[in-house]
């Protein structure tokens, strides 16, 4: 099983900008397909983002999309999460997760190994 460890999240004015980090370990990081989901306080774990094995395609909710950007650098077994025009609404905490196979999913169900998350403060 893959080991996946959040970082980079914090406390940041509405407007503002983060950068999540996803670093695996354990497995063959560039076979897997990886995704970021989050849950608020209260609230069911949503999707936000997936990228490929590859980094060639990406999905995104359409609560986040033209706002976040999905990216993936192989050689450093990390996942990426630029988050900009952040927005109180996405107060939650974020966990990465990944998937085998070639098929890009944004359901949770899918995902067998997932981080521990990283909490995100968006204040107005």
């Known amino acids: 099983q893959m080991q996946l460890v959040e970082s980079g999240g914090g406390l940041v004015q509405a407007g503002g900008s983060l950068r999540l980090s996803c670093a695996a370990s354990?497995?063959?990081?560039?076979?897997?397909?990886v995704a970021w989901f989050r849950q608020a306080p209260g609230k069911e774990r949503e999707f936000v983002a997936a990228?490929?094995?590859?980094?060639?395609?990406?999905l995104y909710a359409e609560s986040v999309k033209g706002r976040f950007t999905i990216s993936r650098d192989n050689a450093k077994n990390t996942v990426y999460l630029q988050m900009n025009s952040l927005a109180p609404e996405d107060t939650a905490v974020y966990y990465c997760?990944?998937?085998?196979?070639?098929?890009?999913?944004?359901?949770?169900?899918?995902?067998?190994?997932w981080g521990q998350g990283t909490q995100v403060t968006v204040f107005s």
């Open positions: 997760a990944a998937k085998g196979g070639y098929t890009l999913s944004y359901t949770g169900a899918d995902f067998g190994s």
């Open positions: 354990g497995r063959t990081f560039s076979n897997y397909n």
């Open positions: 990228i490929s094995w590859s980094g060639a395609r990406t």
